[in-house]
């Protein structure tokens, strides 16, 4: 039902930064929880970050908290992902999600649309 189109990945050296947005249509943002999820070549998708409906909860897997920041302007109907501190492990094709409901969940299975990706590429 939300129809999601990611921006802001490229290419950049290890201890750069980045800021991916995402940009929701369709059903309403504001009542709807979000998520970031990557895939590396040739390896699975992973969980990154997630946010609930009103951007007071949030959660990130172990390898980018401290680093990363997901937020959200639900004026704008814009998802955020604040990357710092690059590594070179963090190469992969980022995807946000629109969760089911309200609040934060960590698996694919709780997030029904999905954009199409941006890749983000760091070198040392």
């Known amino acids: 039902q939300v129809q999601l189109v990611e921006s802001g990945g490229g290419s950049v050296q290890a201890g750069d930064s980045l800021r991916l947005s995402c940009e929701a249509s369709?059903?309403?943002?504001?009542?709807?929880?979000m998520g970031w999820f990557r895939q590396a070549p040739r390896k699975e998708r992973e969980f990154v970050a997630a946010?609930?409906?009103?951007?007071?909860?949030?959660a990130y897997a172990d390898s980018v908290k401290g680093r990363f920041t997901v937020s959200r302007d639900n004026a704008k109907n814009t998802l955020y992902l604040q990357m710092n501190s690059l590594k070179l492990e963090d190469t992969a094709v980022y995807y946000c999600?629109?969760?089911?409901?309200?609040?934060?969940?960590?698996?694919?299975?709780?997030?029904?649309?999905w954009g199409q990706g941006t890749q983000v590429t760091v070198s040392s």
């Open positions: 369709g059903r309403t943002f504001s009542n709807l929880a």
């Open positions: 999600a629109a969760g089911k409901g309200r609040f934060v969940h960590t698996t694919e299975a709780d997030f029904g649309s």
């Open positions: 946010i609930n409906w009103i951007g007071g909860s949030t």
